[in-house]
């Protein structure tokens, strides 16, 4: 099992940004991939981003490809999520997720999850 916790969120202006971090731990050797999701009310969970926790390539939604990039520090098990040029859409909760398969943005083929983080953006 992996724990996930979620930091970084809260309440922006539109054209803000902000740094979402996602500290993992437990058997995170098991772990292939690291995504982030977002899900607004109402709405169905959305994949973000995804990295691989080796090589390999970075996914990125249609909607936040090219304003938010996704890292990672794995001496620190860590993983980021950096938001820039917000958006009143990308409101959410956003979560981390971790998956033994090879990345994607798809929510069915990660096995752990955090608890979210809230992102409020503002017009």
């Known amino acids: 099992q992996v724990q996930l916790v979620e930091s970084g969120g809260g309440s922006v202006q539109a054209g803000g940004s902000l740094r979402l971090s996602c500290a993992a731990s437990?058997?995170?050797?098991?772990?292939?991939?690291m995504g982030w999701f977002r899900q607004a009310p109402g709405k169905e969970r959305e994949g973000v981003a995804s990295i691989p926790t080796g090589r390999g390539t970075t996914y990125y939604g249609d909607s936040v490809a090219g304003r938010f990039t996704i890292s990672q520090d794995n001496a620190k098990n860590t993983v980021y999520l950096q938001m820039n040029s917000l958006k009143p859409e990308d409101t959410a909760m956003y979560y981390c997720?971790?998956?033994?398969?090879?990345?994607?943005?798809?929510?069915?083929?990660?096995?752990?999850w955090g608890q979210g983080t809230q992102v409020t953006v503002s017009s």
């Open positions: 437990g058997y995170t050797y098991r772990t292939n991939c």
């Open positions: 997720a971790a998956g033994r398969s090879w990345c994607s943005l798809r929510p069915n083929e990660y096995n752990n």
